[in-house]
């Protein structure tokens, strides 16, 4: 089972940018898609970006040349690189697996943008 530390949140202006990190257990992360999700107050949780072990990568449509995903394998971690960031974006940040598994949720990151 893979556990998750997320970090690298904060409060950033609307146009800034931020990186979140996501520190993964495992010897066998490589193998893992993984995913970045987010959860707005009063809202569902939603997948925001996944990239395969192969290194394909997709993401939700109001996020598409804002967000990018990417992973380093060697160091068990999946990044989301934030920029041009948006009021909407504010929420509570978490990654896991793609598809999420229910024991691997960690204690997410808050981001808040402020207009």
């Known amino acids: 089972q893979v556990q998750v530390v997320e970090s690298g949140g904060g409060l950033v202006q609307s146009g800034g940018s931020l990186r979140l990190s996501c520190v993964a257990s495992g010897s066998i992360f490589s193998f893992y898609a993984m995913g970045w999700y987010r959860q707005a107050p009063g809202k569902q949780r939603e997948l925001v970006a996944a990239i395969t072990s192969g290194l394909s990568t997709n993401y939700t449509d109001s996020v598409k040349g804002r967000f990018t995903i990417s992973r380093d394998n060697a160091r068990n971690t999946v990044y989301l690189q934030m920029n041009s960031l948006k009021p909407e974006d504010t929420a509570v940040y978490y990654c896991?697996?793609?598809?999420?598994?229910?024991?691997?949720w960690g204690q997410g990151t808050q981001v808040t943008v402020s207009s």
């Open positions: 896991n697996r793609e598809p999420p598994r229910r024991g691997s």
